[in-house]
């Protein structure tokens, strides 16, 4: 693969999150990385202590306008994650704007990272500049579904709730390409995609029993017949929270899409990305396993009221090990794919 | 290899110079790479035509408490390069002074960018803090000649100065390890080394005719004997000029130095570093030579003057092709190697 990513995120001197986590696999995959960092932190946020600044928005104009005088915007993808204020976010929005007017054609994935598990962790006021100003613009999505249910407005509970929110993205937001990467799977769920996906029959103690469905709808081009080709995959989580993942999933994502390649491309694509990151959680699981058990404490928020340093400890020890295992981004073990999900519209 | 770099340098949006250069070559070969970005600029001042923010030393001084108090200061390898200003420049020095008084042995490579040619490109009062706060710290410096000027106060013309000043770099600074990187090879210099290397026979349309010096000198441990161990090697320069190749060869000396292993430990390092740089820039003149005309002008500073556009194009051409060149990064040509320069010190 070659090309050029225009990828806005942030910094963290160390451990892999934002751009951390995206550009060396972007660079491995054989893409150019244009990285303009949003923040520059110690450290991601989930340590709690962590000191830095964010970039204001006339710092990031003033460096759009020299690039562009340059002619320095030669990306043909762009990739945002992590903007900490509407005002950066907004000046962010007027460049992807120019960029997808200009002549070269732009594949544009937008994260809209915004928060998790039901927690906003961005300044509410760019809930609006994403969705009007950069759902319009995206090729690709990647929400979680917290975020689906932000920008949509539907909340997420029921089969009909996602249908309605997938349908939402396409037909309201213009959203081509849909992937909601973990969707925790109920029991209502699990019974309506136990024919096209269950989880894997492997068992490994770094399962935690539970699992996480991930779907990719890509809009039809034709006036008749489905909304979207549909895909899922069911997928073990792994014990743990780690950090980073949504933006190491997001790059390769981008990096793996070739949407010239028919109806299967964003499947296969997100089938790639998920085998890359399911491998590497499973080494990081193994790799903080091998630690001294003080330096990997279990999550336990009141143990950690009681003590900050026990998180710090945790965060430290589940930080991605993805320059270790630069082979599985190369060559992405790839044991389990997703597949089409026929009656999902029906 | 495997290991943590702690690498504090620049960051440009677009291109390869200080981090963008030095982190992906560092990754590639296995190290964890916790990057301070001194600058987030849009790309290198050779363009002339460049914006972004310093980063302040409250900034950065910030950034190190917090990473100190969550025990993120966990490289044993420190990597320093452009620094804007003598207040960061301080910030970082005493970080360094802390991380090299701790428990962990540290290997401090310093290249203490400066200048090139005679032309000073950094605030004056930087270079005080280079010479008395940082190099009695370091365990490894890669400057250029006029750095080695600047820092020793002895201007390098003559073979016998050349000798000055390596001595007083390792006796008076105490600096184990030195990497000239670049001398031009005088007349007087090419009879001297004439015994040890010569430039290499293989002719190319990418060489420019004139060739560089590159000397190493590792500090001898015996009271009696000569001053240092040196090897030395003749390179055929590549046409045009190329920024970011510095920051490169820094990274790359640091990745391969396993100072453990005997005599020879600095000369292979630098030998790696070497093979892979010139195959870096021979790919990266032959991409510039496959481009249309008007986008690879020719240095010509009286052309650059009457239209700035012509300098900018011919900065863009000449970016390093580090990414594409991933294999010679893991796995380098090696064609020729560093060779002892037994009679130096004589």
């Known amino acids: 693969m070659s090309g050029r990513v225009l990828s806005i995120q942030s910094h963290v001197v160390s451990g892999y999150v934002g751009n951390k986590a995206a550009t060396f696999p972007l660079q491995v995959l054989g893409y150019d990385v244009d990285a303009v960092n949003t923040v520059q932190y110690s450290n991601h946020a989930g340590y709690r202590r962590f000191a830095g600044t964010n970039s204001q928005a006339t710092e990031l104009d003033s460096i759009f306008e020299a690039m562009k005088k340059n002619g320095l915007f030669r ?3 762009i990739l945002t ?15 992807i704007k120019w960029m997808c007017s200009g002549e070269n054609e732009i594949m544009y994935l937008l994260d809209p990272v915004m928060g998790d598990d039901g927690r906003l962790y961005v300044s509410p006021d760019v809930v609006p500049v994403y969705r009007d100003v950069l ?3 995206a090729t690709v999505i990647t929400p979680n579904w917290f975020e689906v249910e932000i920008l949509t407005g539907i909340k997420i509970t029921t089969m009909a709730s996602i249908k309605s929110a997938v349908e939402k993205l396409h037909s309201v937001h213009g959203v081509p390409h849909v992937v909601i990467s973990s969707l925790p799977l109920t029991a209502e769920l699990e019974a309506e995609v136990a024919a096209v ?7 490994n103690s770094a399962y935690s029993g539970d699992n996480l469905l991930c779907i990719t709808s890509s809009a039809s081009a034709a006036k008749e017949g489905p909304v979207s080709n549909v895909h899922a995959i069911c997928i073990p989580r ?11 999933f997001s790059a390769l994502v981008l990096a793996h899409f070739r949407p010239t390649e028919g109806s299967e491309a964003l499947s296969d694509a997100t089938t790639l990305a998920l085998s890359t990151i399911q491998e590497i959680l499973l ?3 193994e790799h903080c396993e091998s630690l001294a058990e003080e330096e990997r404490p279990p999550t336990d928020d009141e143990a950690d009221a009681a003590d900050a340093e026990r998180r710090v400890r945790r965060m430290r020890a589940r930080e991605l090990r993805i320059i270790q295992n630069m082979e599985c981004i190369r060559n992405p073990p790839r044991e389990r794919c997703m597949a089409r999900w026929t009656g999902f519209w029906d």
């Open 75 to 77: 990306a043909n993808r």
């Open 238 to 248: 792994i014990k743990g929270y780690y950090s980073g993942v949504g933006d190491l």
């Open 135 to 137: 759902l319009p613009l």
């Open 283 to 285: 080494r990081t699981y």
């Open 197 to 203: 996906t269950r989880p894997a029959a492997r068992s």
């Open 81 to 95: 994650g992590y903007v900490p204020n509407a005002s950066s976010l907004q000046s962010i929005a007027n460049l």
